[in-house]
């Protein structure tokens, strides 16, 4: 079903809950799809390999596989097929860990560095741009509204 239509699964007569949960997900699917198209015409890039690329960036000294999977929420073959592909292109490389040296880091490179600034920035103002409809001040009373649901979902997770 395409974004736009996850909003027409639900109707009047359905708790306002599921409205909003789907309203926020149809958000999220056209934002997502805006960010993969310009992802891909401005960089020949996909999603996931930018998402792994700026949980490199966020640790420098480098992640393990496992660890690059858990914070990605995917399996660790779709990490392993990204990394071997950036491997390839010079963006990452793998070095032994110096806790296990049976085990490796995954870490951006110079390079790799160097490309993720560029698509970052540009990221940002796809995001700036994607939200500007909303004033300042309604993106601040979204961003606590949401902060709260999501407390609210981390403590039933915890129970």
């Known amino acids: 079903m395409a974004p736009v239509d996850m909003e027409a699964r639900a109707h009047a007569g359905h708790p306002e809950e599921l409205r909003l949960w789907l309203r926020m997900l149809t958000c999220t699917q056209l934002i997502e799809r805006d960010l993969r198209s310009h992802l891909r015409e401005q960089f020949e890039t996909t999603l996931p390999r930018f998402d792994l690329m700026a949980q490199l960036e966020r640790k420098p000294e480098g992640l393990r596989m496992s660890e690059l999977s858990r ?12 990394t071997d592909q950036l ?17 490796f880091r995954v870490q951006l490179t110079a390079k790799g560095r160097q490309e993720f600034h560029a698509m970052a920035q540009a990221h940002e103002e796809w995001v700036v741009a994607a939200l500007g409809g909303l004033a300042p001040e309604e993106i601040r009373t979204l961003h606590q509204l949401l902060g709260k649901v999501k407390r609210h979902y981390l403590e039933l997770e915890t129970t």
Do not use: I, Q, S, W
């Not at 491997?87 to 049976?102: A, F, H, I, P, S």
């Open 87 to 103: 491997e390839k292109e010079g963006l990452v490389e793998r070095v032994t860990d110096e806790d296990d040296r049976r085990a």
């Open 71 to 82: 914070r990605m929420m995917v399996t660790g073959g779709n990490v392993t097929g990204v």
